[in-house]
C-alpha cells in the first residue's frame, strides 16, 4: 500500500515483473492480479454469478441499493433496467450540451492566464452529469447542487469508511455527524429532483429515463433506489472523467508529443470551425489520442477487485472460493508485447491495430464493465476536442507528472497548469 501510494503508476508493472505474471498482493483477504490478456479473460469471461464486490462497506454513503455494490440476480436485474439510457446512441442527445458547457468553462480562459485543467475538467463534467443525467438545465440550480454534491463527496472523512465505530452522530459533533448533515441535504434536493420528474412530461435526460423505466414484471425503480444511483453516477462519473480528460491535455502539450498535438490540431481544422458534435466525437485521430491517454494512464492500477465465490482456473493455477482476483490494467496497459514503447504516449498504435477488451480495458470488462463508458467516452473527445480546437495552450512546468492517488482514482498530481497563449485560428499551431 505504501509503495502504491509512493508510486501509483508504477508499482502494478513492477510487482508483475518481479514476481510474475499472475502475482499474489498478500493480506488477510489475497488478491490475486494479472495484467496478462489471458489471465484477464479468465476473469472477465467467468460466470458473474461465482464474484462478487471486493469492496469496502460503501452502502452507508452511496445506499445499499446502489448498483456497485450488489451482486448475483439483483446486480443482473437492475443493471438491465439502467442500461438503455447509457447506450452510445444516445449520446447524441448529450453531445451539444457536453460542448456548450465546455464553452462556458473557457469563457474566462483569456491569454496570460494560468488555469488548472484538472479544476476545469472536474467543473465541466459535474455540470454535464447534472444536465445530462439530472436534467438540471437552470445553471443556478446546477451551481447549488453542484455545491452540495462536491460538500458531501470532497468532506467525506476515510476514517468513517474503515471503522465502523465512528459512524455515530455524538450530539451533532465529528466528522460522521457532518457528513449526515451533508448527506441530509444532497438527499433533500435529490428527492425533490425525482419527485419533480415523476410529475413532468419524459424528459431528455437519464433521470426522467429512469422513472420510466419498469423492470421484467412491470414494477418501477423506487425512489431509494433512483436516489441510490444518481449519487453513485456522481460519484463513479465525475472525477473520473475529469482525469481523463486532464491527463490528454497533459500528454498533449508534453514537448515530446508536439508532432501528436500538431496532426490532432490538423484533423479538427480539416472539420471546420463549427463541426456537428457527432462529427467531432468520431473524429478519427481524437478518438486515437483518447484511447491513447486511457491507456498510458489508466485510472486506476487494478480497479474493482472481484472475490470468488466459486473456484477459477487462471493461467494454470486453481484459485479456490473466498480469494480476490483483479485485473491488473495498469500491467496489461504496459505490456511490451501489447503496445511496444509502452510509456511512449503514441496514438497511431490505434490506427495500425485493433486490440481486444483484454488488452485495452480502460472500463474494466465483463458483467460490471463501466456503466458510462460510452457517456465518458463521448464526453472526452467533445470537451478534448472542443478545447483544443479553440485554445492555443502549453503546460506551465515541464515536471513529468507521476499521478497521485486520489481516493479511488490516480489523478495527475499537479492539477494540470496550463498557460493560455490565446485563442486559435484554425489552420495556425
Ligand atoms: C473516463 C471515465 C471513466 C472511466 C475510466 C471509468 C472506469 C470504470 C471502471 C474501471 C469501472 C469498474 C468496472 C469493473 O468493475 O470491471 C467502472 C464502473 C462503473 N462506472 Fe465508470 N468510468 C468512467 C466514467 C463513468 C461515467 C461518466 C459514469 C456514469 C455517469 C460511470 C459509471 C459507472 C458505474 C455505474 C459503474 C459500476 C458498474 C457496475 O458495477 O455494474 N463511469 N467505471
Redesign the pocket.
Known amino acids: 500500500m505504501l509503495r502504491y501510494l509512493r508510486d501509483p503508476m508504477g508499482v502494478m508493472p513492477k510487482l508483475a515483473a518481479k514476481h510474475g505474471d499472475p502475482f499474489t498482493i498478500p493480506g488477510k483477504e489475497p488478491l490475486v492480479c494479472t495484467g496478462d490478456p489471458e489471465g484477464i479473460k479468465a476473469i472477465y469471461s467467468a460466470d458473474p454469478m461465482s464474484l462478487e464486490p471486493f469492496n469496502v462497506d460503501l452502502a452507508f454513503i452511496l445506499g445499499p441499493e446502489s ?2 455494490l450488489i451482486g448475483g440476480p439483483e ?1 443482473r436485474r437492475k ?1 438491465k433496467l439502467m442500461m438503455p439510457p447509457f447506450l452510445g446512441a444516445r449520446m447524441r442527445a448529450y453531445g451539444e450540451a457536453m460542448r456548450r458547457l465546455t464553452r462556458q468553462h473557457l469563457a474566462d480562459w483569456e491569454a496570460g492566464r494560468m488555469v488548472s485543467a484538472s479544476a476545469t475538467a472536474q467543473r465541466i463534467s459535474l455540470d454535464v ?1 447534472l444536465e445530462a ?1 439530472f436534467g438540471v438545465h437552470d445553471p443556478q440550480g446546477r451551481h447549488e447542487l453542484g455545491q452540495a454534491l462536491l460538500e458531501l463527496v470532497e468532506g467525506f472523512s476515510p476514517l468513517i469508511a474503515f471503522i465502523p465505530a465512528l459512524r455515530r452522530e455524538l450530539g451533532g459533533i465529528g466528522p460522521y455527524a457532518s457528513f449526515r448533515r451533508r448527506q441530509r441535504a444532497v438527499h433533500a434536493r435529490l428527492d425533490a429532483l425525482v419527485a419533480q420528474a415523476r410529475r413532468e412530461e419524459p424528459r431528455d435526460d437519464i433521470l426522467s429515463l429512469l422513472v420510466a423505466a419498469r423492470y421484467e414484471d412491470g414494477e418501477p425503480m423506487t425512489d431509494d433506489d433512483i436516489r441510490a444511483q444518481l449519487l ?2 456522481v460519484v ?2 465525475h472525477e ?2 475529469a482525469i ?1 480528460i486532464a491527463w490528454a491535455l497533459y500528454a498533449l502539450h508534453r514537448p515530446e508529443n508536439a508532432e501528436v498535438l500538431e496532426r490532432l490540431r490538423e484533423e479538427l481544422d480539416t472539420l471546420g470551425p463549427e463541426p456537428e458534435v457527432d462529427v467531432l466525437a468520431k473524429a478519427t485521430y481524437l478518438d486515437a489520442v483518447c484511447n491513447e491517454t ?1 491507456r498510458r494512464f489508466p ?2 492500477p487494478a ?2 477487485p472481484r472475490r470468488l465465490l466459486a473456484p477459477l482456473e487462471l493461467m494454470g493455477y486453481s484459485l479456490p472460493a473466498g480469494v480476490g482476483v483483479g485485473a491488473a490494467i495498469g500491467v496489461a496497459h504496459l505490456r511490451e508485447e501489447t503496445y511496444p514503447e509502452p510509456l511512449r504516449f503514441r496514438p497511431e498504435r490505434f490506427l495500425e491495430r485493433k486490440f481486444s477488451p483484454f488488452e485495452l480495458l ?5 458483467a ?6 460510452a ?2 467516452a463521448y ?2 473527445r467533445v470537451v478534448v476536442g472542443t478545447i483544443v480546437g479553440d485554445l492555443r495552450l502549453r503546460l506551465a512546468s515541464l515536471r513529468p507528472d507521476p499521478g497521485k492517488v486520489r481516493a479511488a482514482n490516480v489523478g495527475p498530481a499537479h492539477g494540470v497548469k496550463l498557460v493560455i497563449e490565446g485563442r486559435r485560428t484554425p489552420g495556425t499551431s
Open positions: 448498483l456497485i446486480h443493471r452529469i443525467v453513485l453516477l463513479a462519473g473520473t472523467t481523463s486511457l485510472l486506476a480497479p474493482a480502460p472500463f474494466g470488462g465483463g460490471r464493465r463501466c456503466l458510462g463508458a457517456m465518458a464526453e472526452m
